[in-house]
């Protein structure tokens, strides 16, 4: 399965952001999907995830009430929308996927990867 992250870019704090994660994998609902970001110098982290269906989603705390994740399973798309970005959220933002039935809060749990795109939030 391969995966491609896009969307990334230079947004002011207080801005907004649409990360988009796409797949050429026909089964696609068939995956629990996850964002993951790493900031320069810092550990990769979970940001949110989505199950199958888009009814199970879990967030990062920091995240909360900021971002939001969707899919759309007839395009094989999962959308992260990032609103009231701060600097603190600047990384490079990953796309994973895994048969899982339920989103992983770990790396670990995700066979497939993408690519990467770059978030960059200024002061």
């Known amino acids: 399965v391969q995966l491609q992250a896009s969307g990334g870019g230079l947004v002011q704090a207080g801005g907004s952001l649409r990360l988009s994660c796409t797949t050429s994998?026909?089964?696609?609902?068939?995956?629990?999907v996850a964002w993951f970001r790493q900031a320069p110098g810092k550990e990769q982290e979970f940001v949110l995830g989505?199950?199958?269906?888009?009814?199970?989603?879990f967030y990062r705390d920091s995240v909360k009430g900021r971002f939001t994740v969707s899919r759309d399973n007839t395009k094989n798309m999962v959308y992260l929308e990032m609103s009231s970005l701060k600097p603190e959220d600047t990384a490079v933002y990953y796309c994973?996927?895994?048969?899982?039935?339920?989103?992983?809060?770990?790396?670990?749990?995700?066979?497939?990867w993408g690519q990467g795109t770059l978030v960059t939030v200024s002061s």
């Open positions: 994973a996927a895994d048969l899982r039935v339920i989103p992983s809060i770990s790396q670990q749990g995700y066979s497939y």
């Open positions: 994998e026909r089964s696609f609902s068939r995956y629990t």
């Open positions: 989505i199950g199958r269906s888009g009814s199970t989603i």
